[in-house]
Antibody, heavy 118, light 108 residues
Framework: EVQMVESGGGLGQPGGSLRVSCAASGFTFNNFAMNWVRQAPGKGLELVSGTSGGVVTTFYADSVKGRFTVSRDNSKNTLYLQMNSLKADDTAVYYC???????????WGQGTPVTVSS | EIVMTQSPATLSVSPGERATLSCRAS??????VAWYQQKPGQAPRLLISGASTRATGIPARFSGSGSGTEFALTISTLQSEDSAVYYCQQYNTWPRYTFGQGTKLEVK
């Protein structure tokens, strides 16, 4: 059974840092691209970052470029998002999502909430 | 960036009836569209990929159609459990995948 479990969210200070993780199981992790999608309170879905599967390439939304860093440890089947220089606008639930081979994001974690406030 | 525009923003339909949700892309994206269902407090769930292919375990009363710039998600024989927000997403231009703003469907 495919499972993805996020952790590491919580309260962060403006200008501070947080790291969220996504532990995956039930599939060959390095065969799949993985993404981070966030959802601010009462808002829609925003793709913020992600990595390819094999030879790792990364991408970032303009809203987080230069502040967030995505990485993956294929030996631990884990995806990470290091979030620096946090802003109030980064307050959201952060989901990890697997890119399906047929297109779309076929599996999602349950999400981890991040709140940026002083 | 490809912009996905969904309509209507909110839709209220009676149980047993049919609902059609629309999604328009700002440029042609072939059939590189997915649809998701999100219920309150839950993660999104993939319903449709490739504009018309149901994901594993999705009932046949969910169907997708369209190509190019116009897409639709049709839900027939609506049930109360179908009340949710539905999002379309284009994945034509890696990695700049974009979501629509969502359609809230109320079945009552």
């Amino acid at each position: 059974e495919v499972q993805m479990v996020e952790s590491g969210g919580g309260l962060g200070q403006p200008g501070g840092s947080l790291r969220v993780s996504c532990a995956a199981s039930g599939f060959t992790f390095n065969n799949f691209a993985m993404n981070w999608v966030r959802q601010a309170p009462g808002k829609g879905l925003e793709l913020v970052s992600g990595t390819s599967g094999g030879v790792v390439t990364t991408f970032y939304a303009d809203s987080v470029k230069g502040r967030f860093t995505v990485s993956r440890d294929n030996s631990k089947n884990t995806l990470y998002l290091q979030m620096n220089s946090l802003k109030a606008d980064d307050t959201a639930v952060y989901y990890c999502a697997r890119v399906g081979h047929a297109g779309g994001f076929d599996y999602w974690g349950q999400g981890t909430p991040v709140t940026v406030s002083s | 960036e490809i912009v996905m525009t969904q309509s209507p923003a909110t839709l209220s339909v009676s149980p047993g009836e049919r609902a059609t949700l629309s999604c328009r892309a700002s440029q042609s994206i072939a059939t590189n569209v997915a649809w998701y269902q999100q219920k309150p407090g839950q993660a999104p769930r993939l319903l449709i990929s490739g504009a018309s292919t149901r994901a594993t375990g999705i009932p046949a009363r969910f169907s997708g159609s369209g190509s190019g710039t116009e897409f639709a998600l049709t839900i027939s024989t609506l049930q109360s459990e179908d009340s949710a927000v539905y999002y379309c997403q284009q994945y034509n231009t890696w990695p700049r995948y974009t979501f629509g703003q969502g359609t809230k469907l109320e079945v009552k």
